[in-house]
């Protein structure tokens, strides 16, 4: 059974940077296509990115495009999304999550999820 752990939230600075890690056990990574999601107090969930299982193709929301950027270590048996030039709205609770599906549609993520990471940037 697949189980996910988020990693590398804190609290940052406007345009500071921050790393998150989405590591599997259990299973591997590279099988499954990865989304990261976040949720902001009083908001719905948003899918933030994906990385499909073949690689080829890679999806960012139009609100973090060109400053967060999605990857995988196979070795590692880790996702990351790197953050850069955060913005105070930004701020959520950001999850990683896996499906067996080879496609960036954020509606087939059901089955494995992380606990999430706290990510809040504030001056």
């Known amino acids: 059974q697949l189980q996910l752990v988020e990693s590398g939230g804190g609290l940052v600075q406007p345009g500071g940077s921050l790393r998150l890690s989405c590591t599997g056990s259990?299973?591997?990574?590279?099988?499954?296509?990865i989304g990261w999601f976040r949720q902001a107090p009083g908001k719905e969930r948003e899918g933030v990115s994906c990385i499909r299982r073949s690689r080829a193709i890679i999806d960012y929301a139009d609100s973090v495009k060109g400053r967060f950027t999605i990857s995988r270590d196979s070795a590692a048996n880790t996702v990351y999304l790197q953050m850069n030039s955060l913005k105070f709205e930004d701020t959520a609770i950001y999850y990683c999550?896996?499906?067996?599906?080879?496609?960036?549609?954020?509606?087939?993520?059901?089955?494995?999820w992380g606990q999430g990471t706290q990510v809040t940037v504030s001056s």
């Open positions: 999550a896996a499906t067996a599906h080879d496609l960036c549609d954020y509606r087939l993520f059901v089955k494995y």
């Open positions: 259990g299973d591997t990574l590279d099988y499954y296509t």
